[in-house]
């Protein structure tokens, strides 16, 4: 499965962000996906999952509660929903996938990876 991730732009502090990853080659609805990003000279963070059966939901502490995961296997799609932005919010953000996975944390359990699109968060 190829994966396009979109959505990442300049954004003042407290302001919200919606980010793509769109899918191509497979359908989804047979991955779990995951959103991670990594900010310069860290290690690369999982932020939030959605599971390929019964689409449970499943976060990073740093974000609970102001980013949202969702998916529209129609569109073959899924997406990121970024509330209340903060400055260390600032990454490059990638989206990936993991077939037919439970949940998954470890950026070494997904196997496919979107390109990554940069968020920047202005304080």
């Known amino acids: 499965v190829q994966l396009q991730a979109s959505g990442g732009g300049l954004v003042q502090a407290g302001g919200s962000l919606r980010l793509s990853c769109a899918a191509s080659?497979?359908?989804?609805?047979?991955?779990?996906m995951g959103w991670f990003r990594q900010a310069p000279g860290k290690e690369r963070e999982f932020l939030a999952g959605?599971?390929?059966?019964?689409?449970?939901?499943y976060y990073a502490d740093s974000v609970k509660g102001r980013f949202t995961i969702s998916r529209d296997n129609a569109k073959n799609t899924v997406y990121l929903q970024m509330n209340s932005l903060k400055f260390e919010d600032t990454a490059v953000y990638y989206c990936?996938?993991?077939?037919?996975?439970?949940?998954?944390?470890?950026?070494?359990?997904?196997?496919?990876w979107g390109q990554g699109t940069l968020v920047t968060v202005s304080s």
């Open positions: 080659g497979r359908m989804l609805s047979s991955y779990t």
């Open positions: 959605i599971i390929w059966s019964g689409g449970t939901t």
């Open positions: 990936a996938a993991c077939f037919r996975c439970w949940m998954e944390y470890d950026a070494d359990d997904y196997a496919f």
